[in-house]
């Protein structure tokens, strides 16, 4: 019987993060793979957990992932686990479930620290829903595409950026999408965690006033604004669809879908004015 697969999220900063079942899945576990041996060995010792550990990583998943494999089948039970969050996120990790998926392993994901998400709950920004983009690219032409495509996107933004690139990506963000509300938040969960709130000029502006920018960033870009408010009467919008070819009960769905209302609302308000 196959060993199982656990995929354990694990603390992005401060090391109390983590959930009591993630504690005990690592302390049970025949072995860990991680993003980073060294890395992880500090959490590991800092709860007392002594457990065989082996690198899996960007540069190495390829030949990685069919030993992990070879290992599961054979009863051992392996933890994955990233140096900071929750593994696959812009992390490693895709090959190995996808093959233990496919060689019926059990897959078990331990949920806990998420930078995105914790990036999104501290950031003021709508929550009703988000787009995640992992990384935006290093080349400024693809960065600028790759935001041009999500302009008209009615979610809050997400994305991962690395120290030495944020200036670049404030400035694609502010020429790309224009002065939209933006969030950035630094160092998530640490002793100097920042959320730096304004347009995306205006932060660009207050972290290239620093001696140095370093730390850990996820930024946050504001939702597109919607369509402008239809002002026009309801039964003229109605009716409009009507004489368009619409069947009425059609027109009276659309026009309660673009305004937000019930159907049942836009028919009481029409008998109404009739």
Do not use: W
Not at 165 to 173: D, T, V, Y
Not at 209 to 220: C, D, H, P, Q, S
Request: charged share 25%; hydrophobic share 40%; net charge negative.
């Amino acid at each position: 019987m196959p060993g199982p697969l656990y995929i354990v999220a694990t603390p992005i900063g401060n090391l109390e993060d983590i959930t009591y079942r993630a504690v005990r899945v690592l302390r049970e576990v025949s072995l860990i793979a991680c993003e980073d041996t060294r890395h992880t060995r500090t959490l590991l010792e800092h709860y007392g957990i002594q457990k065989p550990t082996i690198s899996y990583h960007d540069h190495n998943e390829t030949e990685r992932a069919p030993e992990l494999v070879a290992r599961m089948l054979a009863g051992e039970s392996v933890a994955l686990v990233t140096d900071a969050g929750t593994p696959l996120l812009s992390d490693p990790g895709y090959r190995l479930v996808s093959a233990a998926i496919h060689n019926e392993i059990p897959v078990l994901p331990v949920p806990g620290p998420s930078a995105a998400l914790t990036a999104l709950a501290g950031s003021g920004l709508p929550t009703d829903a988000f787009h995640f983009g992992g990384f935006l690219p290093h080349k400024p032409g693809q960065r600028a595409k790759a935001l041009e495509a999500l302009a008209n996107e009615e979610a809050t933004l997400v994305f991962y950026e690395a120290p030495h690139r944020i200036l670049e990506a404030l400035a694609a963000i502010e020429e790309v999408l224009g002065p939209r509300p933006v969030v950035v938040a630094r160092e998530l969960t640490k002793i100097h965690e920042e959320f730096l709130r304004g347009t995306a000029a205006e932060i660009r502006a207050q972290l290239g006033g620093r001696e140095g920018v370093k730390g850990e960033f996820t930024i946050l870009i504001g939702k597109a604004a919607g369509p402008p408010p239809d002002d026009t009467p309801l039964d003229e919008a109605v009716e409009a669809l009507v004489s368009s070819g619409a069947p009425r009960m059609d027109a009276i769905k659309q026009v309660a879908r673009r305004r937000g209302l019930s159907k049942r609302e836009v028919y009481d308000q029409l008998l109404r004015r009739k």
